[in-house]
């Protein structure tokens, strides 16, 4: 079992920079792949990054590729997100996700073992 809680969100203005985490419960963390997702109100849930279980892939989606990055810290169970150059369209629910799946992760979404709750970030212009 592997519990995902988000912080980090907020307020910014466009070009700014944000940096979010995503704090796992659980001693199995280092096994599962890691991504970070976002939602805007009426919309689909989208893929945003991913990270293998050791660290050494990682895939964006091209919306955020040269702009957000994403790392881990097995020791320390947390995944970040870092967030630069922020544009109006980047405000979104970000939600933090886990997965033994490589594919499940940054193809198929609806079989994700592990949500977070998610957190609110807002770019404006």
């Known amino acids: 079992q592997v519990q995902l809680v988000e912080s980090g969100g907020g307020l910014v203005q466009a070009g700014g920079s944000l940096r979010l985490s995503c704090a796992a419960s659980?001693?199995?963390?280092?096994?599962?792949?890691m991504g970070w997702f976002r939602q805007t109100p009426g919309k689909e849930r989208e893929f945003v990054a991913a990270?293998?279980?050791?660290?050494?892939?990682?895939y964006y989606a091209d919306s955020v590729k040269g702009r957000f990055t994403i790392s881990r810290d097995n020791a320390k169970n947390a995944v970040l997100l870092q967030m630069n150059s922020l544009k109006p369209e980047d405000t979104a629910v970000y939600y933090c996700a886990a997965d033994s799946s490589w594919a499940t992760l940054v193809r198929d979404y609806s079989g994700m073992d592990y949500w977070g709750k998610g957190t609110l970030v807002t770019v404006s212009s």
């Open positions: 659980g001693r199995t963390f280092s096994s599962y792949n």
């Open positions: 990270i293998s279980w050791s660290g050494g892939t990682t």
